[in-house]
C-alpha cells in the first residue's frame, strides 16, 4: 500500500485568505483525488487530479475555490481560497492503486476557519 | 447513479461481543468493488476489507468478515471479538470496475465499544 503524507496536519486561518495543502505518496500514482469532509459528515469528493492534465472537479466545485496542482507523478497540492467559515473541514488527499481497485487515504488536513 | 446507504447512523457493542453493521447499495453494474473504511478519532482513513462482486465468497481479514449478498445488493460487517481499539466511524464504499472510477461513499456509522 502506499503511504501518503500531508502538510499541514491542522491549520487555524482567518477569513479571506487562502491555504495550500501538499500531499506526498512514496510511489508513483496515476490517480490522485482530494476530498472535503465537514464535520460529522461523510466524505465528498473534491476533484481527481491527473499529472500532465487539467484537474477534473465534481459538481459543486470549481477551480476558482480549489485551484489543484499535480507537477509529478508522486505530489500534489490542493489551495483552499477565500476561505469563510463554511469551509471549515478535514480534507483529504487520496491515491488509486489500479491493481486491486484500493484506495488509500492520507491522515487528513484539519482546517478552521475564523 | 450510484448510491451507498448505511441505515445505521450509530451502533454500540460490548467488549469481546459481535457487531454487524449494515451497507446496502444500487447500481446497475455487474462489475465492481465494494468497501469498508475505518476512521478512528484520529481521523486517518483505514481501508478495513475489500470484495469483488465476481466472488461468490465473503471477504475474511482476521476478525472482520462481510455477509455479500449481490441479488440483494447488501454488503454487511460483522466484527467478532470486538475491541475497545475498533471503535470508529465506518464508512462503506463502493466503486465501479470500468468507467469514472469514482468511490461511492455512504454516510458512515459510528460504532462504540463498551468496556
Known amino acids: 500500500s502506499a503511504v501518503i503524507s500531508q502538510k499541514p496536519s491542522r491549520d487555524i486561518c482567518q477569513r479571506g485568505t487562502s491555504l495550500t495543502i501538499q500531499c506526498q505518496v512514496d510511489?508513483?500514482?496515476?490517480?490522485m483525488f482530494w476530498y472535503r469532509q465537514q464535520p460529522g459528515q461523510s466524505l465528498t469528493l473534491i476533484a481527481t487530479?491527473?499529472?500532465?492534465?487539467?484537474?477534473?472537479?465534481e459538481s459543486g466545485f470549481v477551480i476558482d475555490k480549489f485551484p489543484i496542482s499535480r507537477p509529478n507523478l508522486t505530489f500534489s497540492t490542493l489551495t483552499v481560497s477565500n476561505m469563510s467559515p463554511e469551509d471549515s473541514s478535514i480534507y483529504l488527499c487520496?491515491?488509486?492503486?489500479?491493481?486491486?481497485?484500493?484506495?488509500?487515504f492520507g491522515p487528513g488536513t484539519r482546517l478552521t476557519v475564523l | 447513479a450510484q448510491t451507498v446507504t448505511q441505515s445505521q447512523p450509530e451502533m454500540s457493542v460490548q467488549e469481546a461481543e459481535t457487531v454487524t453493521l449494515s451497507c446496502t447499495y444500487d447500481t446497475s453494474e455487474s462489475d465492481y468493488y465494494l468497501f469498508w473504511y475505518k476512521q478512528p478519532p484520529s481521523r486517518q482513513m483505514i481501508l478495513v476489507i475489500r470484495q469483488e462482486a465476481y466472488k461468490q465468497q465473503n471477504a475474511t481479514e482476521n476478525r472482520f468478515s462481510v455477509n455479500f449478498q449481490k441479488a440483494a445488493k447488501s454488503f454487511s460487517l460483522k466484527i467478532s471479538d470486538s475491541q475497545l481499539g475498533d471503535a470508529a466511524m465506518y464508512f462503506c464504499a463502493y466503486i465501479y470496475q470500468g468507467g469514472s472510477e469514482k468511490l461511492v461513499f455512504g454516510k458512515g456509522t459510528k460504532l462504540t465499544v463498551n468496556p
Open positions: 487520496s491515491v488509486r492503486d489500479r491493481g486491486y481497485n484500493e484506495q488509500f
Open positions: 487530479a491527473n499529472q500532465g492534465s487539467e484537474a477534473t472537479y
Open positions: 510511489s508513483q500514482v496515476t490517480m
